[in-house]
């Protein structure tokens, strides 16, 4: 086992009777690298983060974090990883403050400057009981816990589903600052504008399965780009060139053109496109949307692919 | 108004659909024991001669504390039921009821329910109607089987207004407790608190009825619970005591509606709201949160068990005082006679509360085992399942609390029994070593049920209610198993059942070994199946 890979996933099956939660995962995390896991509601993300903190133990498969096995290692691997869940609850006899306390206790660290520091960024009012705090106060108690921990491996689940919009604000950039510090982290979340801005690789899960996982970049060549171009010849044949898709005319200029292309396409387009003089061209790369969306449909016909960016 | 109450008929079904299985559960066993028991009736005290070999039993203090003071005379089995019966089913409709109304009320809104359906087109009231007349309907029902269960029970003696009297009397009191349990509800902000403080007022009760039926009894009067002692079924048939608990439970329902009008919804009366900035160093790990999670419940049971004790304990000297039911007992057999029979009414005495206060010490105990599934589900501990905290070292912690929880309050109540009881004592003091003794024989008890819910948490945390069922026939059978017959064997399914009637007799140390060991082998059945099984 590589030291540079922190989790590593191969073939996680999870069974909850005769029903399959998890059907095959197999992803990794690198050292150093923020990794986006996304999917839609009950696709399997919480299923996979709970088998990775070994709170249920996988019906097959090999999970491991920092090379040791997640189920019987799960005290040792805990020492070293801090996680948010997506649905906070706490005891709501206790402060916020004092639940922070406890939680870093429960890792043999103490609460420190950071953790005051944390407090203050986050904007919250420790003395209070737990039971009066809204899903975000008691999404931000957890945050503020882990980020003062002083980990290897952050796992956060839906981080920010309860958070205003400032308050994700300081949540992505404790994330990046984590990361400029060399730790690896584990995001997973439905919101898709976040992965794109932290994430250097994400995996997509669907029904209990990983069905595409690489780099942003290696993903957009799974999808197409999409153009609007004004030519001055006619170029009504680009539609023949393969890799053309959803192709139509501008209702009022016969001259304009709308379609998406894959990426493999787009030399063979250009140069067609060069010989019929362009005057204007608008080209926008895929975004994770797309790609997501796409996935959501549950097509794997590329077709499909929504091109609501025209 | 009309908006106030706009989707209670709607509601009404929802909750009536909602708790099908519950009600049917506890109507079935409830009404079940009821009308097992009556017709169990006739058959053990079908005779006078029967009835005359339990007479002197029943007018023992002990039995008194237990079962209540009753002026009718003891002819016919039916005499026997309408008057020893009546305390002990008291007790479990009011159980039954603070779990119905706390649940209904407060526990539905500690889950977020309410405001969910606060959200709809349904007046502000409706769910306070609904719930009403859902503990209506329960009672209402509970007790029309009662009677009927009574009047075609065989007993000789048995009247048709003297069954319904009893029946309905029961509904009543049931109702009455549920009304309780209601007004806890809008006065606290968490169903815990309202359930203790419901159970708190019941205690209270209990321990006032004792306490006059013993000194005198025409003071029951007083304690409402106590008032189900009056009714005469049978005989004067007296319903005055059923119209007095219609009508104090339209009082407190009429209050209870008043905080419910007045108060928002998630907000009780009484709310803690600030606390401290950082943990104190005691709260780090497992342990100490389960111990500081409970503090506040574990010291409110440790005082009320002390209390219930000193109030056992402060009638002692009425107990042991043969001499002033019979005056002439000295003159026959001389003072030493008298005082050696003094002394073995006070230690059976003993030993029949000291089961009775471990079948109380239980119940916090197995709430504090039973917590490890209830944070589980309200997911307070996700968090503490990615800590470098082994499972065991989580089990521990609740596993532990149970036990001194429930050997500490234990202990208090001998202790309370102890300083009271010698404190009235003019003379043959019981020693301190009568208690350690009993304590050392009955404590164990404790344990085995403690481990019976460890083990089920910790396999099959599901089933984990199968604890509740186990203390609670250990409870019914020591309560009832003389006075109803039960055969020895089926006592003695429950730890309870084991106690050797200790200090009447002496320790016998293989049953407490054997209680300890199993009680052993259970938690660490428990704890094993807990570190193998998913967290879910």
Same mark, same amino acid.
């Given at each position: 086992?590589?030291?540079?890979?922190?989790?590593?996933?191969?073939?996680?099956?999870?069974?909850?009777?005769?029903?399959?939660?998890?059907?095959?995962?197999? $992803?990794?995390?690198?050292k150093?690298?923020?990794?986006? $896991?996304?999917?839609?509601?009950?696709?399997?993300?919480?299923?996979?983060?709970?088998?990775?903190l070994?709170i249920?133990?996988?019906?097959?498969?090999?999970?491991? @974090?920092?090379g040791?096995?997640?189920?019987?290692?799960? @005290?040792?691997?805990?020492?070293?990883?801090?996680?948010?869940?997506g649905?906070?609850?706490?005891?709501?006899?206790?402060?916020?403050?004092?639940?922070?306390?406890?939680?870093?206790? /429960?890792?043999?660290?103490?609460?420190?400057?950071?953790?005051?520091?944390?407090?203050?960024?986050?904007?919250?009012d420790?003395?209070?009981?737990?039971?009066?705090?809204?899903?975000?106060?008691?999404?931000?108690?957890?945050?503020?816990?882990?980020?003062?921990?002083?980990?290897?491996?952050?796992?956060?689940?839906?981080?920010?589903?309860?958070?205003?919009?400032?308050m994700?604000?300081?949540?992505?950039?404790?994330?990046?600052d984590?990361?400029?510090?060399?730790?690896?982290?584990?995001?997973?979340?439905h919101?898709?504008?976040?992965?794109?801005?932290?994430?250097?690789?994400?995996g997509?899960?669907?029904?209990?399965?990983?069905?595409?996982?690489?780099?942003?970049?290696? /993903?957009?060549?799974?999808?197409?780009?999409?153009?609007?171009?004004?030519?001055?010849?006619?170029?009504?044949?680009?539609?023949?060139?393969?890799?053309?898709?959803?192709?139509?005319?501008?209702?009022?200029?016969?001259?304009?053109?709308?379609?998406?292309?894959?990426?493999?396409?787009?030399?063979?387009?250009?140069?067609?496109?060069?010989?019929?003089?362009?005057?204007?061209?608008?080209?926008?790369?895929?975004t994770?949307?797309?790609? $997501?969306?796409?996935?959501?449909?549950?097509?794997?016909?590329?077709?499909?692919?929504s091109?609501?960016?025209? | 108004?009309?908006?106030?109450?706009?989707?209670?008929?709607?509601?009404?079904?929802?909750?009536?659909?909602?708790?099908?299985?519950?009600?049917?559960?506890?109507?079935?066993?409830?009404?079940?024991?009821?009308?097992?028991?009556?017709?169990?009736?006739?058959?053990?005290?079908?005779?006078?001669?029967?009835?005359?070999?339990?007479q002197?039993?029943?007018?023992?203090?002990?039995?008194?504390? =237990?079962? *209540?003071?009753?002026?009718?005379?003891?002819?016919?089995?039916?005499?026997?039921?309408?008057?020893?019966?009546?305390?002990?089913?008291?007790?479990?409709?009011i159980?039954?009821?603070?779990?119905?109304a706390?649940?209904?009320?407060?526990?539905?809104?500690?889950?977020? %329910?309410?405001?969910?359906?606060?959200?709809?087109?349904?007046?502000?009231?409706?769910?306070?109607?609904?719930?009403?007349?859902?503990?209506?309907?329960?009672?209402?029902?509970?007790?029309?089987?009662?009677?009927? *269960?009574?009047?075609?029970s065989?007993?000789?003696?048995?009247?048709?207004?003297?069954?319904?009297?009893?029946?309905?009397?029961?509904?009543?009191?049931?109702?009455?407790?549920?009304?309780?349990?209601?007004?806890?509800?809008?006065?606290?902000?968490?169903?815990?608190?309202?359930?203790?403080?419901?159970?708190?007022?019941?205690?209270i009760?209990?321990?006032?009825?004792?306490?006059?039926?013993?000194?005198?009894?025409?003071?029951?009067?007083?304690v409402?619970?106590g008032?189900i002692?009056?009714i005469?079924?049978?005989?004067?048939?007296?319903?005055?005591?059923?119209?007095?608990?219609?009508?104090?439970?339209?009082?407190?329902?009429?209050?209870?509606?008043l905080?419910?009008?007045?108060?928002?919804?998630g907000?009780?009366?009484?709310?803690?709201q600030?606390?401290?900035?950082?943990?104190?160093?005691?709260?780090?790990?497992?342990?100490?949160?389960?111990?500081?999670?409970?503090?506040?419940?574990?010291?409110?049971?440790?005082?009320?068990?002390?209390?219930?004790?000193?109030?056992?304990?402060?009638?002692?000297?009425?107990?042991?005082?043969?001499?002033?039911?019979?005056?002439?007992? !000295? !003159?026959?057999?001389?003072?030493?006679?008298?005082?050696?029979?003094?002394?073995?009414i006070?230690?059976?005495?003993?030993?029949?509360?000291?089961?009775?206060?471990?079948?109380?010490?239980?119940?916090?105990?197995?709430?504090?085992?039973?917590?490890?599934? *209830?944070?589980?589900?309200?997911?307070?501990?996700?968090?503490?399942?990615?800590?470098?905290?082994?499972?065991?070292?989580?089990?521990?912690?609740?596993?532990?609390?149970?036990?001194?929880?429930?050997?500490?309050?234990?202990?208090?109540?001998?202790?309370?029994?102890?300083?009271?009881?010698?404190?009235?004592?003019?003379?043959?003091?019981?020693?301190?070593?009568?208690?350690?003794?009993?304590?050392?024989?009955?404590?164990?008890?404790?344990?085995?049920?403690?481990?019976?819910?460890? %083990?089920l948490?910790?396999?099959?945390?599901?089933?984990?209610?199968?604890?509740?069922?186990?203390?609670?026939?250990g409870?019914?059978?020591?309560?009832?198993?003389?006075?109803?017959?039960?055969?020895?064997?089926?006592?003695?399914?429950?730890?309870?059942?084991?106690?050797?009637?200790v200090?009447?007799?002496?320790?016998?140390?293989?049953?407490?070994?054997?209680?300890?060991?199993?009680?052993?082998?259970?938690?660490?059945?428990?704890?094993? *199946?807990?570190?193998?099984?998913? =967290?879910?």
């Amino acid at each position: 086992m590589s030291e540079e890979i922190v989790l590593n996933i191969e073939k996680v099956q999870k069974k909850f009777g005769k029903f399959e939660a998890l059907k095959d995962i197999t $992803f990794h995390v690198n050292k150093g690298e923020v990794f986006g $896991f996304i999917g839609p509601n009950g696709a399997g993300k919480t299923t996979t983060i709970r088998t990775i903190l070994g709170i249920i133990k996988a019906s097959s498969g090999k999970a491991t @974090v920092f090379g040791d096995d997640v189920w019987k290692e799960r @005290v040792q691997i805990h020492q070293r990883l801090a996680y948010v869940p997506g649905d906070v609850y706490l005891w709501p006899n206790l402060t916020g403050g004092e639940i922070i306390d406890l939680f870093l206790k /429960m890792n043999g660290e103490k609460h420190t400057a950071k953790t005051d520091e944390l407090i203050k960024k986050f904007d919250l009012d420790p003395k209070k009981k737990a039971r009066t705090y809204s899903k975000g106060n008691r999404q931000k108690v957890a945050l503020i816990a882990a980020f003062s921990q002083d980990a290897e491996f952050y796992i956060f689940d839906e981080p920010t589903s309860g958070l205003d919009p400032l308050m994700e604000e300081v949540f992505q950039s404790e994330v990046l600052d984590l990361k400029s510090r060399g730790k690896s982290i584990l995001l997973s979340s439905h919101i898709l504008s976040e992965v794109e801005r932290m994430c250097d690789r994400i995996g997509i899960i669907r029904e209990g399965t990983i069905i595409e996982q690489g780099t942003l970049d290696e /993903m957009r060549h799974l999808t197409r780009t999409q153009f609007i171009v004004i030519t001055k010849e006619n170029a009504q044949d680009v539609q023949k060139i393969d890799g053309v898709h959803t192709f139509n005319v501008d209702q009022s200029n016969s001259q304009k053109v709308h379609f998406s292309a894959d990426a493999d396409a787009i030399e063979t387009i250009m140069k067609f496109l060069t010989d019929k003089t362009i005057l204007s061209i608008q080209s926008t790369p895929p975004t994770l949307e797309d790609l $997501f969306l796409g996935y959501y449909k549950q097509s794997s016909n590329l077709t499909e692919v929504s091109d609501h960016e025209k | 108004m009309k908006n106030n109450t706009k989707g209670y008929l709607f509601l009404n079904r929802l909750n009536l659909r909602r708790d099908r299985f519950n009600i049917l559960i506890w109507a079935l066993a409830l009404a079940g024991l009821m009308a097992g028991v009556a017709f169990k009736f006739e058959g053990i005290y079908g005779t006078p001669q029967s009835i005359a070999s339990i007479q002197t039993t029943l007018h023992s203090p002990a039995m008194k504390a =237990l079962f *209540g003071s009753f002026d009718t005379a003891l002819n016919k089995s039916s005499d026997v039921f309408a008057t020893e019966m009546l305390i002990f089913m008291a007790i479990v409709m009011i159980a039954m009821n603070i779990y119905f109304a706390v649940r209904i009320t407060r526990g539905e809104e500690d889950k977020g %329910l309410t405001e969910l359906i606060s959200a709809h087109a349904i007046g502000r009231g409706a769910n306070f109607y609904a719930a009403t007349t859902e503990l209506i309907l329960i009672n209402l029902t509970l007790g029309i089987l009662y009677s009927v *269960g009574i009047q075609f029970s065989g007993m000789a003696g048995v009247t048709a207004q003297g069954s319904w009297l009893i029946g309905l009397g029961l509904g009543a009191m049931g109702l009455l407790f549920g009304m309780v349990g209601m007004l806890m509800a809008q006065l606290f902000d968490n169903s815990r608190s309202a359930t203790i403080m419901s159970y708190f007022i019941f205690g209270i009760m209990y321990v006032a009825r004792m306490y006059t039926d013993i000194k005198n009894p025409d003071q029951t009067w007083w304690v409402p619970l106590g008032w189900i002692e009056k009714i005469d079924a049978f005989h004067g048939n007296n319903w005055l005591p059923v119209l007095l608990m219609v009508l104090l439970s339209v009082v407190l329902w009429g209050l209870a509606l008043l905080y419910n009008r007045t108060r928002d919804i998630g907000s009780g009366l009484i709310t803690v709201q600030f606390g401290k900035q950082r943990a104190s160093w005691l709260l780090r790990g497992p342990i100490t949160l389960v111990e500081r999670l409970q503090r506040h419940s574990t010291i409110i049971w440790i005082v009320a068990l002390f209390i219930l004790g000193t109030t056992y304990g402060s009638i002692f000297d009425t107990i042991g005082n043969i001499l002033k039911t019979n005056p002439t007992m !000295q !003159q026959v057999f001389g003072k030493a006679a008298v005082q050696s029979a003094n002394h073995q009414i006070l230690l059976n005495f003993v030993s029949v509360i000291s089961v009775v206060m471990a079948a109380l010490a239980s119940l916090p105990a197995l709430i504090a085992v039973n917590k490890l599934r *209830g944070d589980n589900n309200r997911g307070y501990l996700e968090s503490v399942y990615a800590k470098a905290l082994s499972r065991t070292h989580i089990f521990s912690g609740y596993l532990l609390n149970s036990i001194v929880v429930g050997i500490v309050s234990f202990a208090a109540s001998l202790l309370g029994l102890y300083l009271a009881g010698n404190a009235v004592l003019t003379h043959g003091d019981l020693s301190l070593n009568t208690y350690v003794h009993t304590f050392v024989a009955v404590a164990p008890t404790i344990t085995i049920a403690i481990g019976v819910a460890a %083990l089920l948490n910790g396999l099959a945390p599901r089933l984990n209610w199968i604890s509740w069922v186990y203390l609670g026939y250990g409870f019914f059978a020591s309560y009832l198993g003389k006075l109803i017959k039960m055969p020895d064997w089926s006592t003695k399914l429950n730890g309870l059942g084991w106690t050797n009637e200790v200090p009447l007799h002496s320790v016998n140390y293989t049953n407490v070994s054997v209680m300890l060991l199993i009680t052993l082998g259970l938690i660490i059945i428990g704890a094993w *199946g807990y570190r193998r099984r998913d =967290l879910d």
